[in-house]
Each structure stands twice: as C-alpha cells, then as structure tokens.
Antibody, heavy 120, light 108 residues
Framework: EVQLLESGGDLVQPGGSLRLSCEGS????????MSWVRQTPGKGLEWVSS????????YYADSVRGRFTIARDNSKNTLYLQMNTLSTEDTAVFYC?????????????WGQGTLVTVSS | EIVLTQSPGTLSLSPGERATLSCRAS???????LAWYQQKPGQSPRLLIY???NRATGIPDRFSGSGSGTDFTLTISRLEPEDFAVYYC?????????FGQGTKVEIK
C-alpha cells in the first residue's frame, strides 16, 4: 500500500523557517517525481514545488521561489521542503504528492497533510 | 498563469442523479493535461481523472472526463452517497500547474 507521511508542520513566527518531511512507503520512491501542494480555505489548492525522481530538476511556484527549497533523499525515501522567510500568506496545510507514473505532474497519491501556521 | 474556473460553485442533487461539472481554462494548455480530484472533509484529494479522460486506478466507471482545448467536463453518471464531496480540476500542461476553485456536490 502506497503511503506518504508528512511531518514538520508547526506554529512559526513571520520571518521564521521550517522544514517539512514526507516519508514514502509501499512503492519505489526513487522512481517517482514528487511535489508539494498546499491548501488554504481562501486560496484553495496551490502547487508549490516539484522535484524529479533523481532530484536533478526542481521547480517552484513564483510565490515561493527563492524562499523554499525542495529536496529528496532517495536512500531514506524522504522528500523535504525547507521553508525560509515565512509570511502569514504561507499559512496552509501542506501535502506531499506523488506524480502519476508517466503521466506528468498530476498526483495519484497524497499524504494526509501537515499544518503550517505563520503567526506572531 | 492559467486560471481554471469551475462551475457551478455548488451542485445540489439527489443520489442516482447525473452530475455534470465544468472546468474552463483562461487559455489553451498543452495536450489536454487536465486532471480531476475529489476531496471529502478532513481528507486529502483523490485523483479521479488524468489527461482529461483517463480514469485513475480503482476509480469507478460512473466517473468520466471529457473535453479539450479550454473546456472540460467531469460527469458522474449516477451519484452514489459517497460521491458527495468537493471536486477540483488541475491543469499540468503549462507551469505553474494550477487548480480550479472547486465545485461542491451536495445532497439535495
């Protein structure tokens, strides 16, 4: 059974940093591109960042480019999102999601989500 | 950035009825790279359809997707009680990948 388990969400002050993790199991993690998608009641679902299966290519939404860094450790089956210079606009539930094999960046499995709250 | 507009915002139907959800893009994107997701309260999104009309693994055949260019449709042929949820479309033909704002299918 494919599982994605996020962790690392927390309450952080504006300007602070946070690192999210997502551990995959039940599939060959190194074979799949992965993404982070966030969700807020006001803005809905927003794609944040993607990384190729090897980690050699990364992609970012304009809203996070230069502040967030996506990475992966295939030896640990783990995806990361380093988030710096956080603002209240970054408050959201963050999901990690697996790309559907051979079908581009749509997402066939999602984690349960981890809540990031940016507030003073 | 491609904006996806879903309509209606809310669809009130009874079990057994047919649901037709629309997703319109602000411009054409590549190769009908459009997906549909279902999300229930407190749950993560679930992939239903990719490449506009391909059902994801394990998705019942009462769900079907159609369309091309800028106009896409998700049809649920006969609503089951478990189908009442929010549905989102997503385009992945042009970066940044974007989602629609969702259509809520509620019990009438």
């Amino acid at each position: 059974e494919v599982q994605l388990l996020e962790s690392g969400g927390d309450l952080v002050q504006p300007g602070g940093s946070l690192r999210l993790s997502c551990e995959g199991s039940g599939f060959t993690f190194r074979s799949y591109a992965m993404s982070w998608v966030r969700q807020t009641p006001g803005k809905g679902l927003e794609w944040v960042s993607s990384i190729s299966n090897t980690g050699g290519k990364t992609y970012y939404a304009d809203s996070v480019r230069g502040r967030f860094t996506i990475a992966r450790d295939n030896s640990k089956n783990t995806l990361y999102l380093q988030m710096n210079t956080l603002s209240t606009e970054d408050t959201a539930v963050f999901y990690c999601a697996r790309h559907t094999a051979g079908a581009g960046p749509n997402f066939d499995y999602w984690g349960q989500g981890t809540l990031v709250t940016v507030s003073s | 950035e491609i904006v996806l507009t879903q309509s209606p915002g809310t669809l009130s139907l009874s079990p057994g009825e047919r649901a037709t959800l629309s997703c319109r893009a602000s411009q054409i994107f590549g190769s009908d790279y459009l997906a549909w997701y279902q999300q229930k309260p407190g749950q993560s999104p679930r992939l239903l359809i990719y490449r506009a009309s391909n059902r994801a693994t394990g998705i019942p055949d009462r769900f079907s997707g159609s369309g091309s260019g800028t106009d896409f449709t998700l049809t649920i042929s006969r609503l089951e009680p478990e189908d009442f949820a929010v549905y989102y479309c997503q385009q992945y033909g042009s970066s940044p990948w974007t989602f629609g704002q969702g259509t809520k299918v509620e019990i009438k």
